[in-house]
């Protein structure tokens, strides 16, 4: 090695951000291997490498003794003071160099190998330190390829993994295309940093909210919550901390443009944005939309609500397979009974016959009381 060497190193550590000191420290390590390797020796040896020439140099490490047993690792008093100095004393390390002939090529290809190494390391150190604080946040990317149904995304210097169970249903994806997806989880494995994407999870929908709308990027719209069932239908609570500010218009957007942008990167993806309100059983009937609620009894203890609605509004508010229902009560975290105005009466009318009966069979009670009361009097 030379000084060509060490030049590199340092534009090395300009550009890949990987230390100097660090890299010469882990190539005199590897170089005490590779000593021990090719010339096959027991010694303690110790390799130094000088910062600005480059030059190599091995040197065995003796214990100064004033009896030698083992020449390989010790050296008498006496040889030490005559080669080292008389202020040499017992116990003390003295280093003898042993630097072999041809051992600058052989740390050469050892150096290179560490460099290599240690950039590739530090490359995924960077990316890894890169993704882990953008946790919970939204890429773009480009769909570099689809194996067995995982989609693996181009994001720069590293590739991301959307699989099956994180992808929007139905959701076609071509090589090439350019997609948004929430960073799920970061994981440092013996390969490289591995990124896990998400097109399915709620936070996806918030945080593309976020980019569209101004007004909950400065903070005076707020995401309440958010209930999604990826790839037919979102339903998301939003309020305003500015009593001017409409929070339900502001992402919306003039002429809906806003929000159908956000449909339109979701592949079409219903969006129903609700305003949440502080009263439950506002919130619960706000939830419900598109369907009108006619009214909700609200349980604080058990957090439940009974809600009455139309009868032509009930299957409205029921959803397909339960799913506008679903996602209210996911919305709100309350457990939700819708009954129509009919069910309701019914029910009603149901109470009422059994009152009726109830009241019947206690008069019918009584007046057996009274006969029998009556007979022990006679």
Same mark, same amino acid.
């Given at each position: 090695?030379?000084?060509?060497?060490?030049y590199?190193?340092?534009?090395?550590?300009?550009?890949?951000? #990987?230390?100097?000191?660090?890299?010469?420290?882990?190539?005199?390590?590897?170089? $005490?291997?590779?000593?021990?390797?090719?010339?096959?020796?027991?010694?303690?040896?110790?390799?130094?490498?000088?910062?600005?020439?480059?030059? $190599?140099?091995?040197?065995?490490?003796?214990?100064?003794?004033?009896?030698?047993?083992?020449?390989?690792?010790?050296v008498?008093?006496?040889?030490?003071?005559?080669?080292?100095?008389?202020?040499?004393?017992?116990?003390?390390? $003295?280093?003898?160099?042993?630097?072999?002939?041809?051992?600058?090529?052989?740390?050469?290809?050892?150096?290179?190998?560490? #460099?290599?190494?240690r950039?590739k390391?530090?490359?995924?150190?960077?990316?890894?330190?890169?993704?882990?604080?953008?946790?919970?946040?939204?890429?773009?990317?480009?769909?570099?390829?689809?194996?067995?149904? $995982?989609?693996? #995304?181009?994001?720069?210097?590293?590739?991301?993994?959307?699989? +099956?169970?994180?992808?929007?249903?139905?959701?076609?994806?071509? +090589?090439?295309?350019?997609?948004?997806?929430?960073?799920?989880?970061?994981?440092?494995?013996?390969?490289?940093?591995?990124?896990?994407? =998400?097109? =399915?999870?709620?936070?996806?929908?918030?945080?593309?909210?976020?980019?569209?709308?101004?007004?909950i990027?400065?903070?005076?719209?707020?995401?309440?919550s958010?209930?999604?069932?990826a790839?037919?239908?979102?339903?998301?609570?939003?309020?305003?901390?500015?009593?001017?500010?409409?929070?339900?218009?502001?992402? #919306?957007?003039p002429?809906?443009?806003?929000?159908?942008? +956000?449909?339109?990167?979701?592949d079409?993806?219903?969006?129903?944005?609700?305003?949440y309100?502080?009263?439950?059983?506002?919130?619960?009937?706000?939830?419900?939309?598109?369907?009108?609620?006619?009214?909700?009894?609200?349980?604080?203890?058990?957090?439940?609500?009974?809600?009455?609605?139309?009868?032509y509004?009930?299957?409205?508010?029921?959803?397909?397979?339960?799913q506008?229902?679903?996602?209210?009560?996911?919305l709100?975290?309350?457990?939700?009974?819708?009954?129509?105005?009919s069910?309701?009466?019914?029910?009603?009318?149901?109470?009422?016959?059994?009152?009726?009966?109830?009241?019947?069979t206690?008069?019918?009670?009584?007046e057996?009381?009274?006969?029998?009361?009556?007979?022990?009097?006679?």
């Amino acid at each position: 090695m030379n000084a060509e060497f060490i030049y590199a190193l340092d534009q090395i550590e300009k550009e890949k951000g #990987v230390s100097k000191e660090i890299l010469i420290e882990t190539i005199e390590a590897a170089l $005490v291997s590779a000593y021990k390797k090719n010339f096959g020796s027991s010694q303690n040896v110790k390799i130094k490498i000088d910062r600005e020439t480059g030059d $190599v140099r091995v040197f065995a490490e003796k214990l100064v003794v004033e009896q030698v047993e083992d020449r390989v690792l010790e050296v008498s008093l006496e040889e030490a003071q005559n080669k080292y100095g008389v202020n040499v004393q017992v116990d003390d390390i $003295v280093e003898e160099e042993v630097t072999p002939k041809d051992f600058g090529r052989i740390a050469a290809q050892n150096a290179k190998q560490v #460099v290599v190494q240690r950039i590739k390391e530090a490359e995924r150190d960077v990316i890894f330190n890169e993704f882990t604080s953008r946790e919970s946040e939204i890429i773009t990317g480009v769909v570099a390829r689809v194996t067995k149904g $995982v989609v693996y #995304v181009a994001l720069g210097k590293t590739e991301g993994v959307l699989n +099956i169970a994180e992808q929007i249903p139905g959701e076609d994806y071509q +090589i090439g295309q350019r997609i948004k997806a929430y960073i799920l989880e970061v994981k440092k494995t013996t390969k490289g940093p591995q990124i896990f994407l =998400s097109r =399915s999870h709620p936070g996806l929908v918030k945080r593309l909210f976020e980019l569209e709308v101004p007004e909950i990027y400065d903070g005076v719209v707020r995401i309440n919550s958010v209930a999604r069932e990826a790839g037919s239908r979102t339903k998301i609570a939003v309020e305003s901390l500015d009593e001017n500010v409409d929070p339900v218009g502001s992402c #919306v957007g003039p002429k809906g443009i806003r929000v159908k942008n +956000i449909v339109d990167e979701l592949d079409g993806e219903k969006i129903d944005i609700i305003k949440y309100n502080e009263d439950m059983g506002e919130y619960i009937s706000n939830s419900l939309s598109p369907s009108k609620v006619v009214s909700v009894d609200v349980d604080e203890n058990e957090k439940s609500a009974k809600v009455v609605v139309p009868d032509y509004q009930l299957s409205l508010a029921i959803g397909k397979e339960g799913q506008n229902a679903r996602l209210a009560a996911k919305l709100t975290n309350w457990k939700i009974d819708i009954k129509s105005e009919s069910q309701i009466e019914n029910v009603d009318d149901q109470e009422r016959e059994k009152l009726q009966e109830a009241v019947e069979t206690v008069e019918t009670v009584s007046e057996q009381i009274d006969e029998t009361v009556s007979e022990q009097e006679i």
